[in-house]
Nanobody, 124 residues
Framework: QVQLVESGGGLVQAGGSLRLSCAAS????????MGWFRQAPGKERAFVAA????????EYADIVKGRFTISGDFDKKMVYLQMNNLKPEDTAVYYC?????????????????WGQGTQVTVSP
């Protein structure tokens, strides 16, 4: 059974940093791409970043490029999202998601598994 558990969310002032972690179990990392998505109140879930293990492909949403960094530890089955220079518009619930295959998709509907989410709140 695949399980994804996010942690690291919290309240931070604008300009601050947070590091989100995602612990994966029941999944063979070499067979999956991992992504971070976020959902703000009243909005649809949106792509943030994704990483593909087999080819080393990394993708970012334009609005986070240069501020967020996705990385992972293959052996520990962990995925991280380092978020710097946070802005109030980054406030959302952040979800770790996994999709079978090698393509680091930006499409939420293509993902097979996701965690319970972790809240990130950025104050002005």
């Amino acid at each position: 059974q695949v399980q994804l558990v996010e942690s690291g969310g919290g309240l931070v002032q604008a300009g601050g940093s947070l590091r989100l972690s995602c612990a994966a179990s029941g999944v063979t990392f070499a067979s999956y791409a991992m992504g971070w998505f976020r959902q703000a109140p009243g909005k649809e879930r949106a792509f943030v970043a994704a990483i593909n293990w087999s080819g080393g492909t990394i993708e970012y949403a334009d609005i986070v490029k240069g501020r967020f960094t996705i990385s992972g530890d293959f052996d520990k089955k962990m995925v991280y999202l380092q978020m710097n220079n946070l802005k109030p518009e980054d406030t959302a619930v952040y979800y770790c998601q996994a999709v079978s295959g090698s393509f680091a998709s930006e499409n939420d509907e293509e993902y097979d598994y996701w965690g319970q989410g972790t809240q990130v709140t950025v104050s002005p």
